[in-house]
């Protein structure tokens, strides 16, 4: 027979479980693997920091949005940008722009992705960039367009070599799009993991070089 002190555990292990599952699933970080004509690279989302960002994500990669887009901008040293355009330059029809959520903490560190959007602060759509260094000027600093920042909703976990890859292709002019790989950089699929892998060896920070601009800044929308 239980005792009172027995039943009370009970009870109290049974109104905690279904709180400490969902919290289990909620806390989860979806890995994503790229696969490129280059080679695959994995990165982990952090909806918990990003929630509207990493939705809207999820909803180009569940749809297939990405599958024959490119790498379009390559700038070695600061970032390469892809996400929006077809091997011949058509932009893809897209959902709408997206609330900026870059005051969420997260730096645009090496191997952390971004949104990539025009001036004003919510104008991300599908483009995304990875940063290759510490770029401080594209953190949140205040609510003003000139300094809302690039919201970072994931990072590059394993493959960084592969990104690190892109970047030294060298690059032309493509119309009015500069710093276009002169090799074509495919995604081919982006698929959901089914079993977390862990990160490799963090990415180290490497110097900005001073001609750095924001991504997508006064050009093309995201």
């Known amino acids: 027979m239980q005792t009172r002190w027995e039943a009370w555990l009970f009870l109290f292990l049974l109104m905690l479980t279904p709180a400490a599952m969902a919290d ?3 806390s989860q970080k979806p890995q994503l693997e790229f696969q490129t004509n280059l080679g695959s690279f994995i990165v982990e989302l952090y909806p918990d920091r990003a929630p509207k960002t990493v939705a809207n994500f999820m909803q180009y990669v569940q749809s297939g949005f990405y599958t024959g887009t490119m790498f379009h901008r390559i700038i070695d040293r600061f970032m390469v940008q892809g996400g929006g355009f077809a091997v011949d330059f058509q932009e893809k029809s897209t959902y709408n722009p997206i609330e900026n959520e870059a005051n969420n903490g997260l730096k645009n560190e090496p191997g952390t992705l971004a949104m990539a959007r025009a001036f004003d602060p919510n104008s991300a759509r599908s483009q995304f960039f990875i940063n290759l260094s510490d770029n401080k000027f594209l953190n949140f600093y205040k609510p ?11 990072k590059v976990i394993r493959g960084m070599s592969i990104v690190e890859k892109m970047a030294k292709i060298p690059t032309r002019s493509v119309g ?3 710093n276009v790989p002169v090799e074509n950089v495919v995604i081919e699929k982006v698929t959901t993991l089914d079993t977390p892998v862990e990160p490799e060896q963090p990415v180290r920070a ?15 929308r995201g």
């Open 24 to 26: 289990g699933v909620h």
């Open 144 to 154: 003003d367009p000139a300094y809302f920042g690039y919201c970072v909703f994931g």
């Open 176 to 178: 009015k799009f500069d």
């Open 206 to 220: 490497v110097p900005t070089t001073p001609s750095s601009k924001p991504a997508l800044k006064g050009k093309k």
